[in-house]
């Protein structure tokens, strides 16, 4: 199952990848760099595939609890100043997606979309320290009447150039349904009430839509 932020891109892979399969065989006569060439090219759009992929998952719904909003590993805990919106002391979770990560973006807890903002930026190495300020980003935040307050925000990386966020304000949103997509490579940060008990450890590989990284 492929997500439909990448139907596009695979139509227009798919279509490269037959065209250039049949000028290889008219216009390389050489077998073996024909084969290298093709391969290549089939190596290029499975990667394409997988990006997009899109698998189901198990999301088992609590209102006491924030889940993995993506796959990837967990590069930052750590309590930090949240600037944009609480203005306030956050305990930050920073959660890295590498190229080959699932990029699909998921509610991290159910409630009403009480924010929800896009800021063009820079395209900083996406693990970089200033790169949930400085780079290409959505901010949003969920109030959920059990727990308050979780705002969560997508970063674009080096490679990743375009966030698609169907977070709109007022939405009443539903703990691990799609949020959004993040195109490339990304990463995506969490910022928890400094209550928030914290079930993941740096390093730690998360799953997005069923993993429990918090309670509270």
Known sequence: MFHKEGFKIILVATF???????LLENLISVDWLNKLLAFTLLIFYILILQFFRNPKRNTI?????VIAPVDGKVVVI???FE????????????IFMSPLNVHVTRYPISGNITFSKYHPGKYLVAWHPKASEENERTTIVIDNNV??????????????RRIVNYAK??????QGEDAGFIKFGSRVDLFLPLNAKINVKLNDKVKGGEQVIATL
């Open 147 to 160: 727990i308050g307050k979780i705002l969560y925000r997508q970063i674009a990386g080096a490679v990743a």
């Open 78 to 80: 750590e309590e930090v």
């Open 83 to 94: 600037s944009e919106y609480f203005k306030d002391k956050r305990i930050q979770i920073s």
């Open 169 to 174: 304000i007022n939405n009443q949103v539903t």
């Open 16 to 22: 490269t990848l037959a065209i250039g399969v049949i």
């Open 61 to 65: 719904l609590n209102d006491n609890t």
